[in-house]
C-alpha cells in the first residue's frame, strides 16, 4: 500500500511553501514602493518599466529551463542554490545605488524566483506519494502562490510606513534563512537519471519563447496595439517554433512536446492557461474598482482585497475533498461555473453597489478559480514521472505566467476600450478639447483632469469617469465569463476519464 505522509512531510511542506510565498511576494511587493525608487534613483520611463518587469520577463522564461536543471542535479539542491541567490540579489536590490543596479538585481532575483517555483513543486511530488496526501498539499501550495502576489502589496504598504524603499526585498532573507536551515533536514533530495550534457540552446530557445510573448502581452495591456507589441509576439512564436522542432527531433527533449497532443495532459495545459487568464483579469477588475470608483489608497484598497481570501482559503481543499467523490473534471467546471456566477454578479456593479457585494462577487471568482488551479496542478505533476517531475512542473507555472500575462492583456484592453467610448460619450460639454481627450482616455486621468477643474464642472467629470469605467466592468465581467463557460466545456470534454492511473503521462526518458 502507498504510505500515508506523516508529520515530517507535512512540516516539509510548510518550508516548500516559504519560497512559494517570497517568489510570487515579489511580482507585486514594489506597487507602493514606486515613488519612494523614482524620487531616490531617479530612473528614466523606461528604466522605471524595466524595474517593474524583468522581474517577471525573466522568471517566466526560466521556469522550463529551471525544472529541467532540477531533475538533473537535484530538486532540493536547486532549492537551496536559487536560496542563496535569491537572498543576495535581495541584497544587491535593496542597497541598489542606481537604476541599472536595481534592474540587474532585479533580473537576477528572476533567475533564483525561476529556480524555487519548479522545485517546490517537483518536491512536493516526491514527497507525498498517497494522492490523497498530494491532492492536499498542491492545494495547499496552490493557495500559497495565489495569496503571495495578494499580500505583497499589503506588506510592501506596511514596511514603507516605518522604513525605506529597500526594507519590501530584505524581508526576504530570513525567510530564505529558514529554508535554508531547515530544508536539509526535512526534504528528502530527488532527481532524474542523469544522461546525456544539459541542451543549453533549447533553453535558450525556451526563454527567447516565453520573453517576447509576454512582452508582446504586456505592452497591449499597458499602451494597446502597436506596431512593436505584434513584433514581439511574431518573434517569440518563431523562436517557439523553433524550439519545439529542436524537441521533436531531440533524443532526449528538454520537453516532450508531443505529450501536449495527448487529449487529457494537453487538456489540462489549455484549462491553467484559461484560468489563470481569469484570475489576473479578476484583480485588474477588483484593484481599479476600489481605487478609481470608490476612492480608496492603495493600501486600503489592497486590505480590502484581502476579504475575498477567506473563499479563497476554503477553495482549495473543499475542492480536493469533492475530487474522489465526483470526478476531477466534474468538480473543475463546477469551479468554473461558481466564478462565472461571480463575473456575471460583476457585470451589474456600479458606483452605487455595496462593498459587500463587489468582495463577495471578487470572493466567488476567485474561489472556483483556485479550486480549478490546486485540482489541475495536481493533475498534471501527479501523472508525471517521478524523473520528470521537475520539467513537467516547470511547465505548469510556464503556462499559468502565459495565461496571467494574457487576463491582464485582453481583459485589460476591453476594459480600455469600452471605457473610451463611453467616456467620449458621457463626458460633460464645454470641456476643453485637451481636458476632455485625457479624461477620456483612463479612469486616473478623469481624476487629474477633474482635480483641476472648478466645482461643479470637475465633478461632472470624474461622474462621467467613472460611470464609463463601470460600463467597461460590465464588459469585461461578460467577456470572462463567457471564456469561462468555454472553459467548463474544455474541461468536461478534454478531461473525461482523467484517472491518473489510465492518462497516458509523458514520455519517461531519460533527463538530459
Request: aromatic share 6%; proline share 5%; charged share 10%.
Amino acid at each position: 500500500m502507498t504510505p500515508r505522509a506523516g508529520r515530517r512531510e507535512w512540516i516539509g511542506l510548510a518550508v516548500l511553501i516559504l519560497p512559494i510565498l517570497i517568489a510570487s511576494m515579489d511580482v507585486s511587493v514594489l506597487f507602493f514602493a514606486v515613488p519612494f525608487i523614482a524620487q531616490d534613483l531617479q530612473p528614466t520611463a523606461t528604466q522605471q518599466l524595466w524595474i517593474f518587469d524583468i522581474y517577471g520577463f525573466v522568471l517566466a522564461g526560466l521556469l522550463l529551463t529551471m525544472g529541467t536543471v532540477g531533475d538533473r542535479i537535484g530538486r532540493r539542491r536547486l532549492l537551496l542554490i536559487g536560496a542563496v541567490a535569491f537572498s543576495a540579489a535581495s541584497l544587491l536590490a535593496a542597497y541598489a545605488q542606481s537604476a541599472e543596479m536595481l534592474i540587474a538585481a532585479r533580473a537576477v532575483l528572476g533567475i533564483a524566483g525561476a529556480t524555487l517555483m519548479p522545485s517546490t513543486l517537483a518536491l512536493i511530488r516526491n514527497l507525498f506519494h498517497a494522492e490523497a496526501d498530494r491532492t492536499k498539499a498542491v492545494a495547499i501550495w496552490s493557495v500559497a502562490l495565489t495569496a503571495g502576489v495578494t499580500v505583497g502589496p499589503i506588506i510592501s504598504g506596511v514596511l514603507l510606513e516605518h522604513f525605506w524603499w529597500g526594507s519590501v526585498f530584505l524581508i526576504n532573507l530570513p525567510v530564505m534563512l529558514l529554508l535554508l536551515v531547515s530544508a536539509p533536514f526535512l526534504l528528502p533530495e530527488s532527481r532524474g537519471v542523469r544522461s546525456a550534457r544539459f541542451d543549453w540552446l533549447s533553453s535558450l530557445l525556451a526563454l527567447g519563447t516565453v520573453i517576447p510573448v509576454i512582452a508582446g502581452i504586456k505592452s497591449v495591456a499597458s499602451d494597446g496595439w502597436s506596431t512593436h507589441a505584434v513584433l514581439y509576439a511574431v518573434a517569440g512564436v518563431l523562436i517557439g517554433l523553433a524550439f519545439v522542432r529542436r524537441q521533436l527531433a531531440a533524443e532526449v527533449p528538454m520537453l516532450d512536446v508531443r505529450a501536449l497532443t495527448e487529449r487529457r495532459f494537453g487538456g489540462s495545459v489549455v484549462v491553467n492557461i484559461l484560468a489563470m487568464f481569469a484570475i489576473m483579469g479578476n484583480a485588474v477588475i477588483l484593484t481599479q474598482y476600489l481605487q478609481s470608483v470608490l476612492g480608496f489608497s492603495p493600501l486600503a484598497a489592497a486590505l480590502w482585497s484581502l476579504v475575498p481570501s477567506v473563499v479563497v482559503g476554503a477553495a482549495a481543499p473543499v475542492s480536493a475533498m469533492l475530487a474522489p467523490r465526483l470526478g476531477r473534471p466534474v468538480v473543475m467546471a463546477g469551479g468554473f461555473g461558481v466564478s462565472v456566477v461571480g463575473f456575471l454578479m460583476i457585470s451589474r456593479v456600479d458606483e452605487a453597489s455595496a462593498l459587500w457585494l463587489v468582495l463577495l462577487a471578487a470572493g466567488l471568482v476567485s474561489g472556483g478559480l483556485v479550486a480549478v488551479l490546486s485540482l489541475i496542478t495536481d493533475y498534471v505533476v501527479g501523472v508525471a514521472p517521478a524523473e520528470r517531475a521537475g520539467s513537467v512542473a516547470g511547465l505548469v507555472e510556464t503556462s499559468s505566467e502565459l495565461g496571467g500575462a494574457l487576463g491582464l492583456a485582453l481583459l485589460g484592453s476591453v476594459l480600455a476600450a469600452v471605457y473610451r467610448t463611453q467616456a467620449d460619450l458621457l463626458m460633460p460639454a464645454g470641456l476643453p478639447a485637451p481636458a476632455a481627450a485625457e479624461a477620456s482616455q483612463t479612469l486616473a486621468g478623469a481624476g487629474a483632469v477633474s482635480a483641476q477643474l472648478p466645482g461643479a464642472l470637475g465633478q461632472a467629470v470624474m461622474e462621467a469617469g467613472r460611470a464609463a469605467y463601470t460600463a467597461a466592468m460590465h464588459t469585461a465581467g461578460l467577456t470572462a465569463a463567457g471564456v469561462l463557460v468555454l472553459a467548463a466545456a474544455v474541461t468536461l470534454v478534454m478531461l473525461r476519464g482523467s484517472d491518473a492511473e489510465a492518462m497516458p503521462a509523458p514520455e519517461a526518458a531519460p533527463v538530459s
